[in-house]
């Protein structure tokens, strides 16, 4: 069964930190990314990794905050959200796909439920 498992949400005030994680399970993916969504927004892409770990692509509101990571090949892929800001406050959703694009927004295909995160000012 294919199955993309996030974890690490919650409540912070805002400057304060989190860590997400994605856990990947009964597939291989080639690009992975975050993406969040807020009440009564459109979904925004926020990161993607490639599969290796080796390249990223950061979405301009998560430059020099946000670090996505992963430590090998077989490790969950990671969002590390830094001086978190109240419209930071989202439901952060972690998706796959099977090509090495990680600098596109476009075309994933596996996606989680979703972990909520809230940052209070």
């Known amino acids: 069964q294919v199955q993309l498992l996030e974890s690490g949400g919650g409540l912070v005030q805002a400057g304060g930190s989190l860590r997400l994680s994605c856990a990947a399970s009964g597939l291989t993916f080639s690009s992975l990314g975050w993406f969040r969504q807020a009440p009564g927004k459109e979904r925004e892409f926020v990161a993607a990794i490639v599969w290796s770990g080796e390249s990223t692509n950061y979405a301009d509101s998560a430059k020099g905050r946000f670090t996505i990571s992963r430590d090998n090949a077989k490790s969950p892929v990671y969002l590390q959200m830094n001086s978190l800001k109240p419209e930071d406050t989202a439901v952060y959703y972690c998706?796959?796909?099977?090509?090495?694009?990680?600098?596109?927004?476009?075309?994933?295909?596996?996606w989680g439920q979703g972990t909520q995160v809230t940052v209070s000012s």
């Open positions: 998706a796959a796909k099977n090509t090495l694009d990680y600098y596109s927004t476009h075309g994933y295909i596996y």
